[in-house]
């Protein structure tokens, strides 16, 4: 770069601000000094004044950009929008609902108490039945045990005079009848007991979970049912917001990287 | 909705959003696409081409002088149209006066608030710059229309053409003296009202 300019472009510089420092403070120096630059400086500021002057053109028309123009087509650019936008709120009553799941739905799961205890007692007592009619087996009543069974009530008829006195003495109104077994009906020998039993925790088992007992959910007072359906409403509604969700921001996402 | 709203918008590939800041904009883009090009034709080409690219990068723009990135946009437009030119000369769609110059239109500088002898000046003044900075080279003309017609400072011209702040002062020095020679022939046919506003040596 020559001297000239050197001296050219400080000046322009100077002219702008753009110096600073020592250059700037010897510029100053160097155009009071120097005539000849002063005059290359007092050209450099009316070329500029000039330039800043030039008149600004108006855009001759609008240059709108059209789908068309950046490879879209106009359903596109209007489907992008309303995409993102369903799978934005679909995302958040989906994360509504299954806040809710955590304070609502167990009030459904748990039925009244006294409803629960009632089942299990009478699936207790089930089992124990069924425990006793594989252990003792039912067998025709003897003659000498049928005026005991005669004297048996049938069911919902009040018991007779005698047995009620029976019943009430021993507290056993409110417990189930079993059926009286003449004493030469005693069970078999052990031995053979076992072997009908098995282990003991395999056939208990095989009589707790029999394929015929009820389910505990079987036993639930009716009131409960119109839970169980709001429980499966509230799920199936997931499951459609879930699939909303994710299907409306794949294609939003796949609307974006198109462009 | 402000500028930077309609940048996020835009972003998110709101196209309206985006014609909003064309709006915005197109008159400084236009302005220099014109000033660098030297014809009407090219510089509306290279605008819209500018829009249309803007438009597939705005997610690259990353905060800033919107303004700056924009003029980046529209000045690698003009580079890509002078180099479309040099391969492929062209003859101007406008009309010329008997010099083969571009007539600007009245109505591309029109100002609703001038009068007819101030239009017509600014039409003469507007001529006579277009035809200095003709003559310079791509580069002197690019540096020199962005820092003293387009008011961006030297760290800004550096960001747009993409050259370091000692050659944005060169070019602009050396733009500046030649101009200045072209001017000067110019010069006595400008109003005298126009010769006043500037320094005694014109």
């Known amino acids: ?259 | 909705m402000d500028e930077v709203g309609l940048i996020k918008e835009a972003q998110r590939g709101d196209l309206d959003a985006f014609n909003r800041l064309v709006l915005a904009y197109q008159d400084r883009v236009y302005n220099q696409a014109y000033r660098v090009l030297g014809n009407h034709q090219s510089a509306d080409d290279a605008t819209q081409e500018a829009f249309i690219s803007a438009y597939r990068k705005i997610s690259s723009f990353r905060g800033g002088s919107f303004r700056a990135w924009l003029l980046r946009i529209v000045t690698n437009a003009c580079y890509d149209e002078l180099r479309r030119q040099k391969r492929r000369p062209t003859t101007a769609l406008e009309p010329v006066d008997e010099n083969d110059e571009e007539i600007e239109s009245p109505y591309w500088i029109a100002d609703p608030g001038e009068l007819p002898e101030e239009q017509a000046v600014r039409s003469e003044l507007g001529n006579a710059i277009q035809e200095c900075l003709n003559q310079l080279s791509n580069e002197f003309r690019m540096v020199v229309v962005l820092v003293d017609v387009q008011g961006l400072d030297y760290q800004e011209a550096s960001d747009v053409i993409g050259k370091p702040l000692g050659t944005i002062k060169s070019r602009l020095a050396r733009a500046r003296y030649q101009m200045r020679d072209c001017l000067q022939s110019f010069w006595e046919l400008l109003p005298h009202s126009m010769r006043l506003e500037t320094n005694d040596k014109y």
Request: charged share 25%.
């Open chain 1, 1 to 259: 770069m020559s001297e000239f300019d050197r001296k050219l472009e400080s000046l322009s510089a100077y002219l702008d601000g753009e110096l600073a420092g020592d250059d700037r403070a010897q510029i100053e120096r160097l155009l009071q000094e120097d005539l000849e630059l002063q005059g290359w400086f007092e050209e450099l500021k009316g070329a500029r004044t000039v330039l800043r002057k030039t008149p600004k053109l108006r855009a001759p028309r609008n240059f709108y950009i059209t789908p068309e123009m950046v490879g879209q087509n106009a359903g596109t650019v209007r489907a992008f929008p309303i995409l993102r936008f369903a799978s934005a709120f679909a995302a958040f009553l989906l994360v509504l609902i299954f806040l809710g799941d955590l304070f609502v739905i167990p009030r459904f799961v748990t039925a009244p108490a006294s409803s629960i205890q009632i089942a299990e007692f009478v699936l207790e007592e089930e089992e124990s039945a069924a425990l006793e009619a594989e252990v003792f087996p039912s067998q025709p009543p003897s003659a000498a045990a049928e005026p005991l069974m005669q004297e048996m009530p049938a069911e919902g008829e009040p018991a007779p005079e005698s047995m009620q006195d029976e019943n009430i003495s021993s507290g056993m109104e409110n417990t189930p009848q079993f059926e009286k077994v003449h004493p030469t009906q005693l069970p078999a020998p052990l031995e053979e007991l076992e072997e009908r039993l098995g282990t003991a925790s395999d056939t208990g088992e095989a009589l707790l979970f029999d394929s015929e007992s009820r389910e505990p959910e079987e036993v639930f007072a009716p009131e409960s049912q119109p839970g169980v359906n709001f429980i499966t409403l509230i799920r199936l509604t997931e499951v459609a917001l879930l699939i909303i969700a994710v299907s409306a921001g794949c294609a939003a996402l796949i609307l974006h990287l198109r462009k």
